[in-house]
Structure formats: structure tokens, C-alpha cells
């Protein structure tokens, strides 16, 4: 049975104002064009008078000018004022998306990936391996995490988790869900694993110095946490729910002026201010809400990046935007504060999907069966105390004594039922060890496929057959025996049976 529940929420606008940084205390500008009270966000429209000033309202206005300040806010308290919110939402089931934007050094990547793993995004990995360690304690839900994570770059997607520097086409699904086509997910076994990916993937986005950044991303990364989850509604595991849910991790490259000198810069920058152009474009039909007569109409294929945000601004999804602000730029800073306050006016329809599965089990059966019995006694006991059940006092002891078996057999049926729910978890934990295992097995041995044929292909197309021998394709060498071993070991009877 599939039960959905269906709400409005709106995209939750938070702004966020950084430091001073080097090149701008160097050039003398030691003031900050924007203030925060009363959590508005107030910026200076004029370089030469601080008289004349904007004031804009967001959900929350975050200040993280200055370190020594009260109100200051650290990379541990954004994530309890935004990660926190959106992790609680994806554990209910329903999908979940946080993106930073702003201009080019504004302080995105740093707010989404931070330094010595205070960022969002491993301040959320980590949060989820507690929660999972949790509920495999406590023995009432299973979580089953993945992650995938992709850039993209001059309008083209691209795997940062892939050796291969492959093109990737984006399909959307019957349901016109967009998707990227041979995006690799993997399965996550700790904390230390997702970091792992994480630092690999972001070793390999594109980066160039600019006249704003030194280290500017000039491609839009979108890292992805799927949670897969099953709830158990009783303690005898007879009902269960599964929840499926997608938290997606964006951070937006960001707009400059495009360099006319440098070539690649060039076509880097126009592509990214393309993007950026067609989702504010989009932002502000969704924001009319005279627009709001679903998607149907709406530009998201006029650029790969709204595109893939599709589900994330004006679908099915929790969404929070943080935009990054500098405390120096007058202009760059106005235009992402009328950017986010469009943004600020959008409502999603987010809907909770879930399945619910009951089980039946001979133990539950027989439990159910004696709490019935049990019942009927109770009322024989009841009639007992009003005088009015006609027993002699030999048939009232018989009964006592029938209780009290029929409560220990009852406490056997449980403790049979609850050590039944220990191995199941215990199980299932290995279960999923072993899958991982397994499958990175699979991964390396298909890599050595495709190398063999590569080789054979070069083989045919020089004309030289005789090359052949030496590439081994006979079965033993094709097929590792350490992925056999992990498959019969994954299917041992042991590891899954209760």
C-alpha cells in the first residue's frame, strides 16, 4: 500500500555576510556594506554615503562578519539553523535540497564543504552515520545510505566520482523526474567513506584563478545523499514502512564579469551567467503566483543546471537557498539580495511518499493468540471480584494457575521474538557490509573487463590476430575468484536466515 501526504512549503531564504578576506584589507576596504539587525539584512546602496541604505527580510539573516562579535554566526551553528531542518525532513521521507549562491569568492564552497570537516556537507554525513548507529541500537528502523556526485561544466555533466572523463546525457523519468543517465552512486559503509568521496570528487572540479578569486569553481558540483529507509511500526517487526529520500548538496559556481582575454575563461563565464540567468528567470515565474499552474511552461530545459533543479525549485522538494554576500561589493551584492528575495517568494508542493508492508509471522501469531486467551481470563477475573462468576473456590485456583502459565508462555513467545529481532538487525547489518564489499569487487573487475576489450579492439583494428594470446579471456582469469568467494559468502545461508 503507498500512503503520501502532500503540503506547500516555501523555499527558505537565509543570507549570509563572510569576513574580510586578504586582497580586500590590502586594498584598504575595511568596512562592511552590510548590516544585519533584527535579522534583516540592510546593505548600502551608495559607495559614498552610508545614508542611503536597502533593507530586505529573509527567513534568516546570518552574520559571520566577525568572529568576535555576539551574534556571530559559526560554521557549527548554520548547521544547526539549516542542516538540522532539512536532515530532519529527508528522515521523514521527503526530499530535501540546500544551495549556496552568490558571486565569485562571496564564500559558497566554503559554507557547503568548509575547512577540517565543519562545512554542511560533512557536518550532514556525519549527523546520519550517528543517526544510523542509533537506530541499529535501538532495533526499530534500518538506514541504507549512497551518494552520488556530479559537476556541471560548460553546460555538460561530468561523474566526479568516474576515472573517465565521460559526457552525461540528463532523461527525465515517465514521471518527468529529470535524471542524469550512468550517474554512479555508491553505497556509503561509515563517515570516513563519504569523506573519502567527497575529497575525491572535489579534487577533480574545475577550478581557475579570476580577477575576484584565486581559486574560483567555475563549475555548478551537485553532491547527493540517498536515504533509504525501513521503519518498523511494532515491536515484533510484523508492520513496517519504507521511505525513500534525496538530499541534494549544491553549490553554485558564481557570477563575474566574463574575461574577453582569456578564451576559456570567456566561454567558462558565459555558460555559468547563462545558468544563473535562466534560473533567475525561472525563480520569478514561480515567484508570480498567478503563475503557479504546475511546471508546464516553465524554461528548466533552457540550461542542463535548472534543469536538474527542477524538483528542487517549484517540485517536490524541502528546499533551503543561502546566499553568500560580500562585505565589499556594492553592486554583486544588491543584485544577489534581489536575486534571493524573488527566490524567497517561491512555494514548493512537497510530497512524503511511503510504503507500508505488514508481516506475518508464526510468532506474532501464537503471541496474539495467547494475549486473547489472556484477555478472556482477565474478564473471568473481573466477574471474580464483582462475586457474580458462579465459580467455587477450587475452579478460581485452577484459573490463577492458568494465568500465571499462560503469562509465562507468553513471556517465551516474547523473548523468542525479541532475540528473532536481534539477529535480524545484526543480520541485515552484515547483509549490507557484504553488499558493499561486494560490489566494489564487481566495480574493479568490470574496469579490468573493459580494459581487455579495449585491448582486443586495438588488436582487430591493427589487423594482428596473433597479438590475442596474449590477452587472457579464458573464464579463470576473466571471472577474479575473490568476487566469486564474496558472492557465495553474501549468499551463505548463515549470513541472511533467521
Known amino acids: ?263 576559456a575563461r570567456f566561454k567558462e563565464g558565459s555558460h555559468i551567467n547563462k545558468s544563473l540567468t535562466t534560473l533567475g528567470r525561472i525563480l520569478t515565474i514561480l515567484s508570480n503566483s498567478s503563475s503557479r499552474r504546475g511546471t508546464k511552461g516553465i524554461p528548466y530545459r533552457e540550461s542542463v543546471l535548472t534543469w536538474l533543479l527542477k524538483e528542487s525549485i517549484g517540485g517536490n522538494s524541502q528546499t533551503a537557498m543561502i546566499s553568500c554576500l560580500s562585505p565589499t561589493e556594492h553592486e554583486e551584492t544588491l543584485s544577489t539580495l534581489r536575486y534571493s528575495e524573488t527566490a524567497s517568494k517561491i512555494t514548493n508542493v512537497v510530497t512524503q511518499n511511503k510504503s507500508k508492508v505488514e508481516l506475518e509471522g508464526d510468532l506474532q501469531q501464537l503471541v496474539s493468540k495467547q494475549e486473547e486467551e489472556n484477555m478472556k481470563l482477565l474478564q473471568f477475573i473481573e466477574k471474580l471480584q464483582k462475586g457474580d462468576s458462579g465459580l467455587s473456590t477450587k475452579k478460581y485456583q485452577v484459573l490463577r494457575n492458568r ?27 552484515a547483509m549490507e557490509e557484504y553488499s558493499n564489499e561486494l560490489l566494489k569487487l564487481i566495480e574493479v573487475h568490470n574496469k579490468d573487463i573493459i580494459r581487455k576489450n579495449r585491448k582486443i579492439h586495438e588488436i582487430f583494428e591493427q589487423g594482428d590476430e596473433t597479438k590475442l594470446e596474449q590477452v587472457p579471456i579464458n573464464e579463470k582469469e576473466v571471472w577474479d575468484p575473490q568476487v566469486s568467494s564474496m558472492i557465495e559468502k553474501y549468499l551463505d545461508e548463515d549470513v541472511y536466515a533467521l
Open 403 to 429: 494465568i500465571k502459565y499462560e503469562q509465562k508462555y507468553i513471556d517465551s513467545l516474547m523473548y523468542k521474538t525479541n532475540l528473532t529481532k536481534k539477529l535480524y538487525f545484526e543480520r541485515m547489518s
Open 1 to 263: 500500500m503507498t500512503d503520501s501526504s502532500s503540503g506547500l512549503a516555501r523555499i527558505k531564504v537565509f543570507t549570509r555576510v563572510r569576513p574580510l578576506i586578504g586582497r580586500e584589507i590590502e586594498n584598504g576596504n575595511n568596512s562592511c556594506i552590510v548590516e544585519m539587525p533584527d535579522q534583516h539584512t540592510t546593505v548600502w546602496t551608495s559607495r559614498h554615503s552610508t545614508q542611503e541604505s536597502k533593507r530586505f527580510q529573509f527567513h534568516r539573516s546570518l552574520w559571520s562578519f566577525e568572529e568576535s562579535d555576539p551574534h556571530y554566526v559559526s560554521q557549527d551553528a548554520l548547521y544547526q539553523l539549516i542542516g538540522q531542518d532539512m536532515l530532519n525532513n529527508c528522515l521523514n521521507g521527503y526530499n530535501s535540497c540546500i544551495f549556496a549562491y552568490g558571486q565569485t569568492g562571496s564564500g559558497k564552497t566554503y559554507t557547503m564543504m568548509g575547512n577540517k570537516l565543519d562545512g554542511l556537507v560533512p557536518s550532514l554525513g556525519r549527523e546520519l552515520f550517528i543517526l544510523k548507529q542509533s537506530m541499529l541500537e535501538k532495533q526499530n528502523a534500518l538506514l541504507h545510505l549512497k551518494i552520488s556526485f556530479c559537476e556541471i561544466y560548460n553546460e555538460v555533466v561530468y561523474d566526479l566520482l568516474s576515472n573517465d572523463n565521460v559526457k552525461l546525457r540528463v532523461r527525465e523519468t515517465k514521471n518527468h523526474t529529470p535524471y542524469v543517465e550512468n550517474l554512479q552512486e555508491f553505497p556509503l559503509k561509515d563517515f570516513e567513506e563519504l569523506m573519502s568521496y567527497l575529497k575525491r570528487g572535489s579534487m577533480k572540479r574545475k577550478t581557475a584563478s579570476t580577477i575576484a578569486n584565486k581559486t574560483s569553481s567555475r563549475s555548478h558540483s551537485i553532491f547527493t545523499i540517498i536515504l533509504q529507509q525501513e521503519r518498523y511500526l511494532d515491536e515484533n517487526l510484523t508492520k513496517h514502512e519504507k521511505l525513500e529520500s534525496h538530499l541534494r548538496l549544491v553549490d553554485l559556481a558564481g557570477s563575474e564579469r566574463t574575461n574577453v582575454h582569456n578564451e
